[in-house]
Every structure is written in C-alpha cells, then in structure tokens.
C-alpha cells in the first residue's frame, strides 16, 4: 500500500471554526489531491497540487485553501467551517498527473460541522 | 458540460456471475480511471486507461474512444467483489482534474 495517511481521522467542530486537515505521503510523489465524498455528489476534487508551491482549483474549492511547502505534506483548511462543509475528505497522491496515472488514496477524513 | 455517468446505481448478483458495470461520458477524455471503494471506506485504484483493454485477475476494463464509454467486468464473481466501483475522467490534455461517476453499488450473494 502506499504510505499516504490523513490526520485527524475523525473531527467535530463548530461552524465558524477554522479547520485544517493534513495529508502525508511517504511516496515522493509528485501530484497531490483533496477530494471531498457526499452521497448523492460522489467524490469532488477541491485543489490539487502538482509540486511545492504549484496548486490548483479543483470543481468544489470555494471556502477552502491549501498549501504545499514539503513534497510530502499537503494541507487542507477551512478558514470558518460551515456545515455544508461537513463531509469525508480524501487525500490523493500520484507519481504523474491524472492524465497519466493512477492515483493512491489515503483512509479519509470525516468532518462534521455543528 | 463534462460529466460521466455510470449504470446501474445498484447491482446485485449470485457468487460467479459475470458481472459488467457501465461508464459513459460527456466529450473527449484523455484518461479514464476505474476505483473500488470497500465497505469500510477504503479507495484503491483498479485502472487507469486510455485506449483498448485492461486485465488484472478476474477483472478487466475497456473502453470505447469513439463511443465515449467504458466498462469493468469482473468474471467468477465472488462476495469479496461486493464494494462501490466508480469511474473518473479526465477531460482534458492540459489538465489532470478528474470528474467522478456517482458510483456503482454491487452485493455479491453466496
């Protein structure tokens, strides 16, 4: 399996709370991703990153921001967590791009905003 | 608008059946990636395809270029097979933005 883990695994907070999910991969790869899961949605890609410092806009990335200053770390925050926020978030990794490669999931993250 | 659709939504079957699961999509892709996602929550990459056909086991992916559509069959079906499969897509060269299928869900029985 690839050495992707997601902390915390579990968290409740209140709305109007900052969050800020890690994801970290022990893999070297390149091309990191953020997905939120909804029934109904499926999984939603919310920002990716394609090296240090290089990010990008994924279909739901209103309200949250990420960062990527190790290869191995990418970061998730919710700067004032609203309840339409509460969901199961994933973490990605891939050696290339989605156009070449497949991608590694990480176990998830389950969020819920009060 | 690129979307993908996959069918059924919910498939149920007997232990060796043989089983296939649709996607179809909007426009052109470059790649098309089939997942699993198990009971527990727990997502692993099963293809990643552009052209032709793909075989891992007892399961195996194709896809149609000019037809837009792809689909995983699984022979000698088993109930460790019963999971969520979904299709993404990637819509374009220049990007490696993925686009999900709601998923299929199947429940192999014994």
């Known amino acids: 399996d690839a050495g992707i883990t997601q902390s915390p695994r579990h968290k409740v907070t209140e709305t109007g709370t900052p969050v800020t999910l890690r994801c970290h991969q022990t893999?070297?790869?390149?091309?990191m991703y953020w997905y939120r899961q909804d029934p109904g949605h499926g999984l939603r890609l919310i920002h990716y990153?394609?090296?240090?410092?290089?990010?990008d806009k994924g279909e739901v990335s209103d309200g949250y921001s990420v960062s990527r200053s190790k290869t191995e770390d990418f970061l998730l925050t919710l700067e004032s967590a609203t309840s339409s926020q509460t969901s199961v978030y994933f973490c990605?990794?891939?050696?290339?791009?989605?156009?070449?490669?497949?991608?590694?999931f990480g176990p998830g993250t389950r969020l819920t905003v009060t | 608008k690129n979307e993908v659709e996959q069918s059924p939504q919910n498939l149920t079957a007997q232990e060796g059946e043989f089983i296939t699961i649709n996607c179809s999509y909007s426009?052109?892709?470059?790649?098309l990636h089939w997942l699993q996602q198990h009971p527990g929550g727990g997502i692993v990459s099963l293809f990643m395809?552009?052209?032709g056909k793909k075989k891992h086991g007892r399961l195996i992916a194709t896809i149609n270029i000019q037809e837009k559509h792809s689909s995983l069959h699984i022979t000698a079906s088993h109930p460790r097979d019963s999971a969520v499969y979904i299709c993404?897509?990637?819509?374009?060269?220049?990007?490696?933005?993925?686009?999900f299928g709601t998923g299929t869900r199947l429940q192999v029985f014994p």
């Open positions: 990605a990794i891939g050696e290339q791009g989605a156009r070449y490669y497949e991608q590694y």
């Open positions: 893999e070297n790869h390149r091309y």
């Open positions: 990153s394609y090296g240090v410092k290089d990010t």
């Open positions: 426009v052109g892709i470059s790649a």
């Open positions: 395809l552009s052209s």
């Open positions: 993404a897509a990637c819509f374009s060269y220049n990007t490696d933005k993925l686009i």
